[in-house]
């Protein structure tokens, strides 16, 4: 079904399926949502995809996502 669905998406926007990274994104999605909280996965998948859209290569995104993802609780709090 997954494919099924990319396959009629990326016809309706006019995308070829071959330019989509599947495993990679779903896998910083996995990162994110387990990592900071799960409503931030979509989102994020989003910013990656403007962030590629304006010429950032995906592997350089994603790796720098799973690396924010990955630290995220062992942050030091922002000072006000």
């Known amino acids: 079904m ?3 669905w990319i396959q009629a998406t990326c016809e309706e926007l006019g995308l070829e399926p071959g ?11 996995r990162d994110v949502a387990h990592g900071v909280a799960r409503p931030a996965a979509p989102l994020t998948a989003y910013l990656m995809g403007l ?4 010429g950032t290569p995906v592997r350089d995104a994603a790796a720098r996502i799973t690396e924010m993802a990955e630290g995220w609780n062992d942050r030091p709090p922002k000072a006000e």
């Open 19 to 29: 330019d989509m990274h599947r495993d990679l994104i779903l896998d910083v999605a």
């Open 51 to 54: 962030a590629v859209g304006r």
């Open 2 to 4: 997954l494919d099924e």
